[in-house]
């Protein structure tokens, strides 16, 4: 069983986990608080100065042969209201492996119970790479410059979204793929949808 990153604040709603596009309001580091954690105003400076390093995972169900079946699809608010797809996400805290963060908001989006299976290998199927320009690739984030590992995870489980995830849809690759749901995802994550999916050949 993969070992768990310990939040920052046990018991805080606020885990400085926040999702790629998503704003965040989490409360001030405590004097007990993981040395990683930011507040507001340091993390508004370091997104200023610095790539923000994120995990992100399309999860999917697979049959017996491996081959995949469906493909989880987040449905999340964003602060204005606005309803929005996307793909379970977060950032790498200080001092925690990518693949206790990529478990770690993998259980925050879908809960206790998904069961994820992590790839053996922490090496990402693609790296995604956002910035607050428009343009300059095909994703898009205009808080800040980061840089995405991308990953396909199986899970097994039940899933129950909780904190931000409104939901998780579950439709058919070819559904996942399609340009309808490419016009719902916010920052470009239709074309990470396309590349995940061709990755372990789901598109036909």
Do not use: K
């Not at 963060?101 to 993998?106: D, E, M, P, S, V």
């Not at 989006?109 to 320009?133: I, K, N, Q, R, W």
């Not at 439709?171 to 749901?181: C, G, I, K, N, V």
């Amino acid at each position: 069983m993969p070992v768990r990153t310990p939040d920052p604040e046990p018991g805080d709603n606020g885990d400085e986990r926040e999702p790629l596009g998503a704003s965040f309001s989490g409360a001030s580091a405590s004097p007990n608080a993981n040395p990683g954690w930011l507040s507001e105003v340091e993390l508004a400076e370091a997104r200023r100065r610095l790539p923000m390093i994120y995990v992100e995972a399309l999860p999917v169900r697979t049959d017996g042969m491996g081959a995949v079946t469906q493909v989880g699809i987040l449905l999340r608010a964003t602060p204005l209201g606005e309803m929005t797809r996307t793909l379970v996400s977060g950032r790498v805290r200080y001092g925690e492996t990518v693949r206790d963060a990529l478990f770690r908001h993998l259980e925050n989006d879908l809960g206790p119970m998904a069961f994820p299976l992590l790839p053996p290998s922490p090496t990402p199927l693609t790296v995604a790479e956002y910035f607050p320009l428009p343009g300059m690739t095909a994703f898009h984030d205009d808080r800040q410059h980061a840089v995405s590992l991308v990953y396909v995870v199986p899970v097994t489980g039940t899933c129950e979204p909780r904190q931000d995830a409104l939901e998780v849809t579950w439709l058919s690759p070819q559904e996942a793929a399609s340009d309808a749901l490419s016009d719902e995802m916010e920052g470009g994550r239709g074309t990470l949808i396309r590349l995940a999916l061709a990755s372990v050949g789901a598109l036909r």
